[in-house]
């Protein structure tokens, strides 16, 4: 059983729900990324989603997409997230760690390393899953065969435009969990219907069988168990970046800290 699979079904018998934070890898210095990521651990993160920076980030909006190129100018790519993700399970073995980006980065480093590179040094990292935003499922069923080969899961998106045609294409080679996103746009934008997601996933549960996870727009604490009720997990990205964006080194970690445990207690309460 995988990391995620194991994570998913401890929190199902205790009755919980996954919280799942999303940071930018390299933001907002290049060196801080693996103590975030414990400090997120300790504050009730269950699994992490780390954002490889690319230059052209189509799915994210500017709060994220600034992130991103905050961490490219400081020199952080794929050889560095791989780095960031080795440091971290220095300290822990337990955690699943999620890559979250886009496909460039993926091919150049095969490019650069040598075909299966990027799924071998993946794995050798500690690196659990992987969701690319511009792989759709028809096309990477060969990949997804090589990735759960190496152990890691590829997780895919859904949208409220997503058909049962597209929800059963992701049924098929999707692992780990699926990420349902809430909203129409980019990370960051408009505002969170939670009716319209719990009318929502009982029809991707019809044809996907692994865990659901809700992002996009989730904010505070009562987004969070408002998503939650209905949810697997519960993904935040944009509003962490926002918590960070500007604070001194030092605050960061006690910034994200003290919010995640806010959203943290939301869920189990």
Do not use: W
């Not at 970690?253 to 943290?264: A, D, Q």
């Amino acid at each position: 059983m995988s990391r995620i699979a194991a994570t998913f079904a401890r929190l199902g018998t205790d009755g919980r729900k996954a919280l799942i934070p999303y940071v930018t890898a390299g933001f907002p210095f290049p060196d801080i990324t693996p103590e975030l990521m414990h400090g997120m651990v300790e504050a009730g993160a269950d699994i992490i989603e780390l954002g490889v920076p690319f230059s052209d980030p189509m799915a994210d909006g500017p709060v994220i997409q600034k992130a991103g190129e905050r961490a490219l100018a400081a020199g952080v790519g794929m050889a560095q997230v791989l780095a960031m993700v080795r440091a971290f399970r220095e300290q822990d073995a337990a955690t699943p760690v999620v890559l979250m980006g886009y496909a460039n980065p993926v091919e150049r480093y095969d490019l650069v390393n040598g075909q299966g590179a990027f799924i071998h040094d993946a794995a050798a990292a500690g690196v659990d899953g992987l969701l690319v935003v511009d792989y759709p499922p028809e096309e990477c069923e060969a990949f997804a065969a090589d990735l759960k080969r190496a152990g890691l899961d590829l997780i895919f998106l859904l949208a409220p435009t997503s058909t049962p045609q597209r929800m059963q294409q992701v049924a098929r080679v999707a692992g780990g969990y699926v990420y349902y996103v809430s909203l129409k746009g980019v990370t960051g934008a408009g505002h969170l219907d939670t009716d319209a997601v719990g009318q929502m996933l009982p029809r991707i549960r019809e044809h996907v069988k692994i865990p659901v996870g809700v992002g996009f727009g989730i904010r505070d604490a009562q987004s969070a168990r408002a998503v939650g009720r209905v949810a697997d997990a519960v993904v935040i990205g944009t509003r962490i970046i926002q918590l960070i964006e500007e604070q001194p080194r030092e605050r960061v970690v006690p910034e994200v800290g003290t919010f995640l445990r806010g959203i943290r207690q939301a869920l189990d309460s």
